[in-house]
Structures are given as structure tokens and as C-alpha cells.
């Protein structure tokens, strides 16, 4: 079977503090699950829900991963 693809996403705010929680990425799939795909450092990378859909969960972890190659690079 397939897996599920992501059908919308959804951002925490930021949060200001200085040892505030840091931004976090909710994908809902095909299945109507709800999963927490990670969290990140937003004055490092950026996302916008959009980029999101159509991936797999493991497609939308790898995104992370390649915006944090690209920023390290940088």
C-alpha cells in the first residue's frame, strides 16, 4: 500500500522568547491523521504550508533536512 500523502499543513506561530518552543510542522494525510512532522529553528529556514501537500510524511521530513544543507552551505 502507498503511503499516505499529506493533504494540508499547518505551522506554529513563533514564539519570541528567547528559550521559547520553537516552530513546528503538523501535517494532516489522506487518512485524516493528524502528525507532527518536526520542529525548527525559523530565524534559520522557513516553510509554507503549501510546500507541504502532496508529499509523503517521509518526503515532507526530508524538505527539512534539505533547507538545513542549503542553510549550512550558505
Known amino acids: ?5 499529506i493533504v494540508s499543513a499547518r505551522i506554529t ?7 521559547g ?3 513546528e510542522v503538523f ?3 489522506e487518512d485524516g491523521r493528524e502528525v507532527r512532522l518536526f520542529d525548527y529553528y525559523p ?3 522557513s516553510f ?3 510546500e507541504f501537500v502532496g508529499l509523503t ?4 521530513r ?3 533536512y534539505q533547507k538545513d544543507v542549503a542553510f549550512l552551505r550558505s
Not at 13 to 19: C, D, E, I, N, T
Open 48 to 50: 509554507s504550508s503549501s
Open 27 to 29: 501535517a494532516t494525510l
Open 43 to 45: 530565524d534559520e529556514i
Open 21 to 23: 518552543p520553537l516552530s
Open 1 to 5: 500500500m502507498a503511503e499516505a500523502k
Open 62 to 64: 526530508y524538505l527539512k
Open 13 to 19: 506561530l513563533v514564539s519570541r522568547a528567547p528559550f
Open 57 to 60: 510524511e517521509e518526503q515532507g
